[in-house]
């Protein structure tokens, strides 16, 4: 289908969490969507998150209840429509007097155990730590919570696979340039970036999901005032395991910060994150030694074991597009959202301010309910009971031992990947296999060339980076050798 040819009821620009969300939740209402993405998709912030599913108990210190209730309630939808990526993670919390009273930390946890029903998720509690624990001797008491861990760039993916299961267009490396409003239509310029090709596509709304870009497309492309965004940068290091336990750690610091210590894809730990105001392109983000170096000391304040520069295997750095509310303080910006809808002096525009991975499915059901003014027959929201791709089982271990028995030649270290990354879309891709030889060319670290030829047919992967870093995180096993012939092999078959 040429999509010029179309008048799209919606064009959505951003292929970022809020952006997916948005294209799926309207395509599955029976809205026909345009999404347009200027890389990969998830290759900005929405892969360089702390990737939890958190009510946040350090935003109760900023009254932030509505935001934490939100995002609680979100955790038990979540869990239950993405069973394969999303998973519970219990938090440890190292009692520091002097930092927080136990009486304080007792209220928030008591708030958070009970702002939102939990179904699944255990109850905090209280708990001293004993000889076998990771911690330095000195820490002897400690709480217990539960969150959610969720593979953030596959969230991303899965809600893109979605939106195209409904209908949906998605465009990746494709970016707005210009956009105009003719006789009441939006008429958006897309620049494709393979072919260097401008094309013209029509649409009665435009959805501006551009993250830390927000603004260059009101202020840039739509060339309207703009709302004001803070753009703060938080950054990760990966360095090998700090602890063999499957807790994550939530350390206080003196600054009144925190920093998460999780694990990460069996043999790391993923550590973060900071708050540091930003300037420059978010297309250049880094994280800086800085960064790196407090990072580091708040980490070996608490553990036995240290860490240094030189055990990080890898690093990221984000950019929260935080919508500006004149907090002084970087960490006490708001990290909800603001979804505004206008229809003066152009053909409608709604515009994506703030949110959170753990928030995008409301936010997306919310701004695509602002839209029920132009498109009035629309259908009603679904997002809410619906599992994402692959997510249509109840329990990772049944799948297994399922795909164990259906598989039996698959070794069980790749069945596991396959299940926490595709979950019944494993079926898919393995079809037609009955050996290992069937999966073709070994790249190593597990990837075959039969998941990487689905990575590519279905899953809008055309660079090593999407395929390493962002379908899979395959990037920390896999040698620069490997990484190269993977390279190769996608440029020939792009
Ligand atoms: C360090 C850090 C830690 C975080 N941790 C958590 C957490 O643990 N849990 C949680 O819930 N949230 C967390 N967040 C917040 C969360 O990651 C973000 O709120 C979310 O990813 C924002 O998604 P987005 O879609 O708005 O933006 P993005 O993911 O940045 O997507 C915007 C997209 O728009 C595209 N774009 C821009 N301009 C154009 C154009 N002209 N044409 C086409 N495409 C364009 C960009 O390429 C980009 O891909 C964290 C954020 C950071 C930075």
Redesign the pocket.
């Known amino acids: 289908m040429d999509v010029t040819d179309t008048i799209y009821d919606v064009l959505v620009?951003?292929?970022?969490?809020?952006?997916?969300?948005i294209a799926n939740d309207a395509a599955g209402r029976g809205l026909n969507v345009l999404l347009?993405?200027?890389?990969?998709?998830?290759?900005?912030?929405?892969?360089?998150?702390?990737?939890?599913?958190?009510g946040?108990l350090r935003y109760l210190e900023y009254y932030e209840f509505g935001l934490v209730k939100k995002?609680l309630a979100e955790r038990e939808v979540l869990l239950k429509n993405a069973p394969h990526i999303i998973s519970p993670l219990v938090f440890r919390l190292p009692h520091q007097p002097h930092l927080r009273p136990a009486w304080m930390i007792r209220a928030g946890l008591f708030l958070y155990d009970n702002l939102s029903k939990r179904i699944t998720l255990p109850k905090s509690r209280s708990f001293k730590f004993d000889q076998q624990s990771p911690l330095k001797s000195d820490i002897k008491k400690g709480f217990e919570y539960a969150d959610a861990w969720?593979d953030?760039s596959r969230l991303?993916v899965l809600n893109a696979l979605s939106a195209k299961a409904h209908g949906a267009t998605i465009l990746t490396r494709?970016?707005?340039?210009a956009a105009e409003t003719v006789d009441g239509i939006w008429h958006l310029s897309?620049l494709d970036k393979a072919s260097g090709e401008t094309l013209t596509v029509r649409s009665k709304s435009l959805v501006n999901?551009?993250?830390?870009?927000?603004e260059?497309?009101t202020g840039k492309?739509v060339k309207e005032r703009t709302h004001g965004l803070r753009l703060?940068?938080?950054?990760?290091i990966v360095v090998p395991r700090i602890h063999d336990d499957e807790h994550a750690y939530i350390l206080q610091n003196e600054d009144q910060r925190i920093v998460?210590v999780l694990p990460f894809e069996q043999d790391y730990s993923l550590v973060?994150?900071?708050d540091v105001d930003y300037q420059g392109d978010?297309q250049d983000v880094a994280i800086e030694t800085a960064e790196i170096d407090y990072i580091i000391s708040i980490t070996n304040n608490y553990f036995k074991r240290q860490i240094t520069r030189d055990s990080i295997v890898h690093t990221f750095?984000?950019?929260?597009?935080l919508l500006h509310d004149e907090a002084e303080d970087a960490k006490a910006v708001t990290?909800d959202y603001t979804i505004e809808l206008v229809t003066e002096g152009h053909a409608p525009l709604v515009n994506?301010y703030?949110?959170?991975?753990?928030?995008?499915r409301t936010l997306a059901e919310a701004a695509v309910d602002k839209l029920t003014q132009v498109f009035a027959t629309m259908k009603p929201a679904w997002t809410k009971q619906a599992a994402l791709p692959g997510g249509d089982f109840t329990d990772r271990e049944t799948l297994m031992a399922q795909y164990a028995k259906d598989f039996a030649w698959l070794p069980a270290a790749l069945t596991a990947r396959y299940v926490r990354t595709y979950g019944t879309i494993a079926k898919q891709l393995l079809t037609g296999c009955e050996t290992l030889a069937d999966m073709g060319e070994d790249f190593g670290a597990g990837l075959y060339q039969r998941e990487l030829d689905y990575l590519v047919a279905n899953e809008w992967a055309t660079t090593l980076n999407d395929v390493i870093w962002r379908r899979t995180k395959l990037g920390l096993l896999l040698d620069e050798q490997q990484k190269q012939r993977i390279h190769q092999y996608m440029s020939q078959i792009a």
């Not at 620009?13 to 969300?21: P, Y």
């Not at 494709?174 to 340039?177: A, E, F, G, M, Y």
């Not at 750095?317 to 597009?321: D, F, K």
């Not at 703030?354 to 995008?360: E, F, H, N, R, V």
């Open positions: 620009v951003g292929g970022g969490i809020n952006g997916v969300g347009c993405e200027m890389n990969d998709l998830a290759s900005a912030t929405s892969s360089a998150s702390s990737k939890l599913i958190h946040g995002a969720v953030d991303t494709t970016q707005l340039v897309l999901a551009a993250g830390p870009w927000v260059n497309i492309v703060v940068k938080g950054s990760h998460f973060g994150t900071t978010p750095s984000g950019i929260r597009p990290r994506i703030g949110g959170k991975i753990t928030t995008y």
